[in-house]
């Protein structure tokens, strides 16, 4: 069973930034396909960043140029970088792992932009 558990949402002024983090663990995690999908209430979760172990990341056009997604696989960690923030990126954030056989989720992480 993969277990995900995020870290380093909060809160945040416009313009400012935020890391992300996703630390995974009971699966290879090398050959997870890695992403962060963030949902607001009576919405549906939409994809945000999302890298493979081969061929370039895939960003949402509203946070391309503006959001980093990256791994560590010594730390079997993957991180949303999270810059130029604004109050519409105020959502739940949450870390995917997927082996092309099942979805793993975190817990969600909370992202807040407001001054």
């Known amino acids: 069973q993969v277990h995900l558990v995020e870290s380093g949402g909060g809160l945040v002024q416009p313009g400012g930034s935020l890391r992300l983090s996703c630390a995974a663990s009971g699966g290879i995690f090398s050959s997870f396909v890695m992403g962060w999908y963030r949902q607001t209430p009576g919405k549906q979760r939409e994809l945000v960043a999302a890298v493979g172990r081969s061929g370039s990341p895939n960003y949402a056009n509203s946070v391309k140029g503006r959001f980093t997604i990256f791994v560590d696989d010594a730390r079997n960690t993957v991180y949303l970088q999270m810059n130029s923030l604004k109050p519409e990126d105020t959502t739940v954030y949450y870390c995917?792992?997927?082996?092309?056989?099942?979805?793993?989720w975190g817990q969600g992480t909370q992202v807040t932009v407001s001054s």
């Open positions: 995917n792992a997927y082996d092309y056989v099942d979805d793993y």
